[in-house]
């Protein structure tokens, strides 16, 4: 089939076909499910090259990145979650609805990364039982967001290398949502004031986040080193969630 004559979308055809769908009675759901997948189309051409491929592509580091950074933000869900769900047992009750907001972003960075091609390493994870004792989340909540925000100036040093500049600007949006989780944590833990002018980059491979999370008892589809047990990614039950706004990368 002859295609070097269809010319790709681009952002203005997204707004025009918005424009169009304001005009036209469409259910909401169906509005919405053309004009984000014309967007998804759009952000992956204006990337420079097809997302889904970069992510397929083993010998490509950002395959690596954003397949390590898919299955980072499946763990957070999970841990979340079951933070949420068992709330009173965890010591997080007064602060269930901001853990909420966090799955919630969490859950929305899971879905744009997938739709850009990402694909979990794995969607089972060990977690050890410490992890859910009173005293700990906020704790281990803390390691986490500091990883995650490593991570994504990694991934942002990354697409920024290989003149990906619209995933590295989508880098920089989702870490600069890590580190409002970061200084929320600091909070919980009566952490506060904060304590840096900038975030720290510790780390500058992405499978040292992985090492990382490993020493601090996680497994990744594998037994950890503590006692735990294993736990599934699934998408998050809405009562484990609260509506926030700006879901999918600008």
Do not use: C
């Not at 799955?103 to 091609?117: M, P």
């Amino acid at each position: 089939m002859e295609t070097s004559h269809i010319a790709p979308i681009t952002s203005d055809d997204v707004q025009r076909l918005e424009n169009v769908l304001d005009d036209t009675p469409t259910r909401g759901v169906t509005r919405r499910a053309l004009i984000g997948r014309a967007a998804a189309t759009a952000a992956i051409v204006s990337a420079g090259a097809p997302a889904m491929a970069l992510a397929r592509s083993p010998s490509s580091q950002i395959s690596q990145v954003v397949d390590t950074a898919v299955t980072a933000e499946a763990l957070a869900v999970t841990y979340l979650t079951g933070l949420i769900e068992h709330a009173s047992q965890t010591g997080v009750s007064k602060f269930v609805d901001v853990l909420k907001a966090a799955n919630a972003a969490e859950y929305d960075h899971y879905k744009a990364l997938v739709s850009l091609g990402a694909k979990p390493i794995t969607t089972t994870f060990w977690a050890p039982d410490a992890f859910f004792k009173p005293g700990a989340p906020f704790k281990v909540l803390e390691l986490a967001e500091t990883l995650f925000v490593d991570a994504y100036l990694i991934a942002t040093t990354a697409f920024a290398s290989a003149g990906k500049s619209d995933l590295a600007r989508y880098a920089g949006e989702i870490g600069g949502v890590e580190a409002q989780h970061l200084a929320l944590v600091r909070f919980a833990r009566n952490e506060l004031p904060d304590d840096r002018a900038f975030q720290g980059y510790a780390i500058k491979d992405i499978g040292g986040i992985v090492a990382a999370l490993e020493t601090a008892g996680v497994g990744f589809g594998k037994p950890g080193a503590m006692p735990g047990k294993f736990y599934s990614f699934t998408p998050p039950p809405a009562s484990a969630l609260v509506a926030i706004n700006n879901n999918s990368p600008m």
